[in-house]
């Protein structure tokens, strides 16, 4: 062998490198592959699409709950701490509180900020502190080694490590892109919205009392207008958002529709006169039952003559008979309108920023149950710089609900 490359003479038929038999034991690599393809090893189908999507969907959603709570307990550790040590250390505040049990992982926050910085990784000034480098179980470390100091704005430090002790379970899985299970990801959400009420950072939405601000609503909601959940059908609706939480409480209650059946059938009547004795003002406009239109949406559903007519008659009655119980009954208003209806609607607190909306198209030949909800909300939203404020579907609604109402007779 010379100081040259290695020479191999020519392969020829019957020789090793041409001949087509494979011996015992040997693996192939030339193995024949469609075109555009990987290898049957390599290659997702659409089931595996599926599945990886699904997990990194939760694991996104997770990610958002943990990240805000990081952040709340980052702010609650530094306005309860910086003021007893920053004076005497100074930048070293969070290295002197973390004392001695800290000092393998606090100096390891030191190390991993300082790279950062040396490497260009920290975009944010904000951010060139040991405490934005600590972890959520570090943090709670802090807090646990420091509860006096925690204590006068905190009631119970149990209920605070049983939500934390919650959210390390789904903090290890997803920081190590394993399955997170839907049941562990519901159990994330609700210990991180019961630890951010802990700490003080409950929504300012006056509505998420009757309809809970979601974390990922509240981070990327502007994407979507004011729609806040969308349902297949009114039965789904009402197992996540029951009757009591859409209309209890209301101030103003507007409803527009053919028979008004989610207020009528699932809201009972001794309840509609309490709610409207408390002071909520209610405007329900009925389809007129006489009218051509409620034959024509018959038709269409393919049911027998005049039994929609007699189901809306039903529930006129009724609320004329919750009207007749009332004190003040010019507070609760009945009208019938004439025009194809088009939407049924039902606005709660419709005249403030904090309503809610419960709305579905009426299609040719699917019932009002089975048909699409969509769940608004007429809160604020906060609008990126780079976005102009443009309204949502909460004020257009309202608006066909007045125009209708003003163009509709009052039931005697």
């Known amino acids: 062998m010379g100081s040259g490359g290695l020479e191999l003479p020519p392969g020829d038929d019957g020789h090793e490198g041409n ?82 049990a800290g000092q393998e992982w606090v100096q390891r926050a030191v190390a991993v900020r300082e790279v950062s910085r040396r490497k260009g990784y920290l975009l944010d000034p904000a951010d060139d502190n040991v405490l934005s ?55 994330a959400e609700r210990a991180s919205a019961r630890l951010l009420e802990i700490l003080g950072a409950g929504g300012d939405v006056p509505s998420a009392r009757r309809l809970p601000v979601d974390a990922v609503e509240d981070l990327v ?27 209890g409480g209301a101030r103003r209650l507007d409803a527009i529709g053919i028979g008004l059946n989610l207020l009528v059938q699932n809201f009972s009547g001794r309840r509609l006169v309490r709610l409207a004795e408390s002071g909520c003002r209610v405007r329900l406009l009925f389809l007129n039952p006489a009218s051509s239109a409620v034959k024509r949406r018959e038709r269409e559903l393919g049911i027998r003559k005049g039994e ?17 119980k009332l004190h003040d009954p010019d507070a609760f208003e009945i009208q019938v309108f004439d025009e194809t209806p088009r939407f049924t609607a039902y606005l709660v607190d419709g005249d403030g920023a904090d309503g809610i909306a419960v709305v579905q198209s009426y299609l040719r030949r699917t019932r009002g149950m089975e048909a699409p909800v969509l769940v608004l909300r007429n809160g604020n939203r906060v609008v990126r710089s780079d976005q102009a404020e443009e309204g949502g579907l909460f004020p257009t609604y309202r608006e066909e609900f007045e125009l209708a109402w003003a163009d509709s007779r009052p039931v005697s």
Not at 162 to 181: F, W
Not at 309 to 324: G, K, P, Q, T, W
Request: aromatic content about 8%; glycine content about 4%; proline content about 7%.
């Open 19 to 100: 001949s087509t038999d494979v011996p015992p034991g040997a693996v192939s690599l030339a193995r024949p592959m469609e075109m555009g393809s990987i290898g049957p090893e390599l290659d997702w189908n659409a089931d595996a699409w599926r599945e990886v999507r699904t997990r990194a969907q939760r694991a996104g959603r997770a990610y958002i709950w943990l990240n805000l709570v990081e952040q709340r307990l980052r702010a609650v550790v530094a306005a309860v701490l910086r003021p007893i040590y920053e004076p005497v250390h100074g930048d070293d505040w969070v290295v002197a509180a973390a004392g001695p």
């Open 308 to 324: 929609l007519s007699r189901a809306v008659e039903m529930n006129i009655l009724h609320m004329r008979r919750v009207r007749s």
């Open 133 to 187: 480098f600590l972890t959520l179980p570090q943090l709670r470390e802090l807090m646990v080694q420091h509860w006096p100091c925690f204590e006068p704005y905190i009631d119970e430090r149990r209920d605070v490590e049983l939500a934390l002790d919650e959210l390390e379970v789904t903090r290890n899985v997803v920081s190590r892109n394993r399955a997170l299970s839907e049941a562990v990801l519901a159990q």
């Open 221 to 247: 909601g502007d994407r979507y207008a004011d729609l806040v959940a969308v349902h297949p059908d009114r039965v789904r609706l009402m197992r996540q958002f029951p009757a009591e939480d859409i209309f």
